[in-house]
């Protein structure tokens, strides 16, 4: 995440020695690298899991330390660099007046001194992902008997700030589940990614395959959609 660690640059563009604290000098401004960086995922990973994640992050940097306009330049960034748009990626980095010292997102900072780090799961896709099969003629996951499974209350919290509990069977998937929070709740299924764990659940998963206890939480992430990348307008002043 982002956070400020008291480093500052001089007029030559490079951030200043032992400006982090740990005697070590984190090196001048270099342009953004075009190599992506390669890392394997703890679990296979699907594409939807992997939107999911990024989509996780993004939502929740912006609300720790750091400059939200920096955080917004940040993503369109590093959705450039994803789609091999290395000119627009580092155009909008020198239009944030953002320094890479080793010239990778996966560090970097604000003019001010702030430091934000980017996961590498945000700037390319695992090297173990897998493809999400479908059936082109049953899109939908078909709705179990309402007779089938056990009644159970399912405890969520969602990323607007409420926790509830919701009716729910043990034979439901998790994409029935959606449907019954957009019932209750008003949240359509389509903006809701829930995780357990950390993980990621998908729609076709089924609630008795989970093994989740009585007492465990289920985290909803409620999104919008998000914005095309743009380049970044002239930042706002920050009052502390």
């Known amino acids: 995440m982002g956070g400020c660690v008291g480093s500052h640059h001089d007029s030559s563009g490079s951030l200043n020695e ?13 342009a953004l690298k075009r190599e992506k960086p390669k890392w394997k995922s703890d679990y296979p990973m699907t594409d939807g899991q992997l939107r ?3 989509d996780e992050f993004w939502d929740t940097a912006p609300a720790f330390e750091g400059r939200k306009e920096i955080w917004d330049a940040l993503k369109a960034a590093a959705q450039a660099f994803e789609s091999n ?18 010239g990778a997102l996966t560090e970097c900072y ?13 700037l390319a896709p695992p090297v173990n992902m ?28 969602l990323s607007t700030g409420r ?16 449907r019954r929070l957009q019932a209750v709740e008003g949240v359509a ?9 950390g993980r990621p659940l998908t729609d076709k998963m089924r609630l008795e395959e989970l093994k989740i206890s009585r007492d465990y939480v289920v985290q909803v992430i409620v999104s919008q959609p998000s914005a095309p990348a743009t380049l970044p307008q002239d930042p706002t002043p920050v009052e502390n």
């Open 189 to 197: 299924a389509a903006t809701q990614r829930w995780f357990f764990s």
């Open 130 to 157: 897998i493809e999400e099969k479908s059936d082109p003629e049953n899109p939908e996951v078909s709705e179990p008997p309402p007779s089938e499974g056990q009644e159970c209350q399912l405890r969520l919290r």
């Open 163 to 178: 926790d509830l509990r919701l009716a729910v069977r043990t034979t439901d998937t998790v994409q029935h589940m959606k």
């Open 18 to 30: 032992n400006s982090d604290g740990t005697g070590v000098a984190l090196g001048r401004n270099q």
């Open 85 to 102: 748009d290395h000119e627009l990626a580092q155009a909008i980095i020198d239009g944030a007046s953002i320094t890479l010292p080793h």
């Open 110 to 122: 604000d003019e001010l001194g702030n430091r934000y780090q980017l996961p590498v799961y945000c």
């Open 52 to 54: 999911s994640k990024r």
